[in-house]
C-alpha cells in the first residue's frame, strides 16, 4: 500500500494564482515525520519543509504554507501568488520512527505556473 | 559548504555496458544513501551505508547492481551489464546520522540513458 499519496499528477496555474498541492499519508507509528521537497527542471531535490507529528502548527514561510491535520492524514502544501520559478515537481515524503531514517516519498505533482 | 556532489550529471550508453555512477557525500555524514527515479515508480531507494558499511540493500533490482562505498567520502554504483529498462535518475543522498525526522541532503543526480 501506498504510504505517501499525492493525487495530483499535474497542475497548472496561471501566475499570481494560488495553488495548493495535497498530500495524504498513511502510517500506524505515533512519532512520524513528513517533508516536502522540491524538485526544479535543473534537476536536484531541494528540502522546503519538516514537520512531526505532535507539531500540527500550521506553518508559513514567504509565500509558502503547509497545513497538517492528523484527523484526515494530511499534510497539504499551499503556494500563495505563484510564480514561474514555483515551476516544479513537488514531492511529499514520510519517516516514521519504527524504520528509522526510512524515506516513502511520494510520486510528486507537478506545478507549472504559466506567466 | 559543498552539497552532495554525483557524476557525472548524465551518461548515456549503449545496452550492456558497464556503468559506474559516483557520489561523494557531505563531510561528516555518516550514511549514504542511493535512490533511483523512474516515471512509473517515482523515488526508490536502492541501498544504504553507515560509516562505509551497506545496511540495507534490498532495493537493489537485481545482480546486475552494485554498490561500494571504500571510504567516507565517495561511494560507487555501478550497473553491469546495462539494459534499457535501467535508464533513470539515479540519486545519491546523505545525512548525519540515522533517525527518523532527520532529513536527506541530495545531489543533482545522474540522468542515465541506456540504448
Known amino acids: 500500500a501506498q504510504k505517501v499519496t499525492q493525487a495530483q499528477t499535474e497542475i497548472s496555474v496561471v501566475e499570481k494564482e494560488d495553488v495548493t498541492l495535497d498530500c495524504v499519508y498513511e502510517?500506524?507509528?505515533?512519532?512520524?515525520?513528513l517533508f516536502w521537497y522540491k524538485q526544479p527542471p535543473s534537476g536536484e531535490l531541494v528540502f522546503l519543509i519538516r514537520?512531526?507529528?505532535?507539531?500540527?502548527q500550521n506553518e508559513i514561510s514567504g509565500r509558502y504554507s503547509w497545513n497538517f491535520q492528523k484527523s484526515t492524514s494530511s499534510f497539504n502544501f499551499t503556494i500563495t501568488a505563484s510564480q514561474v520559478v514555483d515551476s516544479a515537481v513537488y514531492f511529499c515524503?514520510?519517516?516514521?520512527?519504527?524504520?528509522?531514517?526510512?524515506?516513502?516519498f511520494g510520486t510528486g505533482t507537478s506545478l507549472t505556473v504559466i506567466p | 559548504d559543498a552539497g552532495v556532489i554525483q557524476s557525472p550529471r548524465h551518461e548515456v550508453t549503449e545496452m550492456g555496458q558497464e556503468v559506474t555512477l559516483r557520489c561523494k557525500p557531505i563531510?561528516?555524514?555518516?550514511?549514504l544513501f542511493w535512490y533511483r527515479q523512474t516515471m512509473m515508480r517515482g523515488l526508490e531507494l536502492l541501498i544504504y551505508?553507515?560509516?562505509?558499511?551497506?545496511?540495507?540493500d534490498s532495493g537493489m533490482p537485481e545482480d546486475r547492481f552494485s554498490a561500494k562505498m571504500p571510504n567516507a567520502s565517495f561511494s560507487t554504483l555501478k550497473i553491469q551489464p546495462s539494459e534499457p529498462r535501467d535508464s533513470a535518475v539515479y540519486f545519491c543522498?546523505?545525512?548525519?546520522?540515522?533517525?527518523?525526522?532527520?532529513?536527506?541532503?541530495f545531489g543533482s543526480g545522474t540522468q542515465l540513458s541506456v540504448l
Open positions: 543522498a546523505s545525512s548525519p546520522v540515522h533517525r527518523a525526522g532527520e532529513k536527506l541532503f
Open positions: 502510517t500506524r507509528d505515533t512519532t512520524y515525520y
Open positions: 514537520r512531526n507529528s505532535f507539531d500540527e
Open positions: 515524503a514520510l519517516s516514521e520512527e519504527m524504520t528509522g531514517n526510512q524515506f516513502y
Open positions: 563531510s561528516g555524514h555518516d550514511y
Open positions: 551505508f553507515n560509516n562505509n558499511v551497506p545496511i540495507d
